[in-house]
Structures are given as C-alpha cells and as structure tokens.
C-alpha cells in the first residue's frame, strides 16, 4: 500500500466524516483518500477514540445526574432545585 500522500484532509473535514455530517459525493471521495493515505487513517482513527470517550463520558455523567424533572434539570441540582454555580476565580 502507498502511504506517501502530498495532501492530507483536514481535521475538520475528518471530524465530519466521522461525526456522519458530510453528504454522499464528499463521503466517496474522502473513502478513496483513505484508503491509501495512512497518515489520514490515522487523524481518522484518533478522531473516532475521542468521539467514543466524549460519548462514554456524556453517558456517565447523565446517569451520575439523575432524570431531568420537569423538563428543567439543566443546571439545577436534583436534590435542591438550586441554580448550580461556578467556582469562579
């Protein structure tokens, strides 16, 4: 396989792909770069781990947080009802 590739993809347009936000024709030409660039594999391939640790963690703070009452649980704590604040130096 030829790894050596003049032009790399943005990580923005990888953050895209791997995110499911890019339309059909983009898709396919990226997936033919990808195929033989390693070096885009990689940025992909990281880009993907830290979409999986955001993921877990969103999930695992909205369990620790508990189900939103009455639709307000943003930025209310679920034992007082009171505004959460910020340490603020």
């Known amino acids: 396989m030829n ?8 990580v923005d347009v990888l953050e895209e792909y791997g995110l499911g936000r890019m339309a059909e024709p ?13 070096v885009c594999q990689t940025r992909l391939e990281q880009i993907d781990e830290y979409v999986q640790v955001a993921k877990a ?24 009802r009171k505004p959460e604040t910020a340490d603020v130096a």
């Open 3 to 10: 790894t050596n590739c003049d032009i790399h993809i943005s």
């Open 26 to 38: 983009d898709i396919i030409h990226l997936e033919e770069h990808l195929l033989i660039c390693q």
């Open 57 to 80: 963690a969103a999930a695992i703070r909205r369990h620790q947080s508990g189900p939103l009452e009455g639709g307000r649980g943003a930025g209310f704590r679920q034992d007082s």
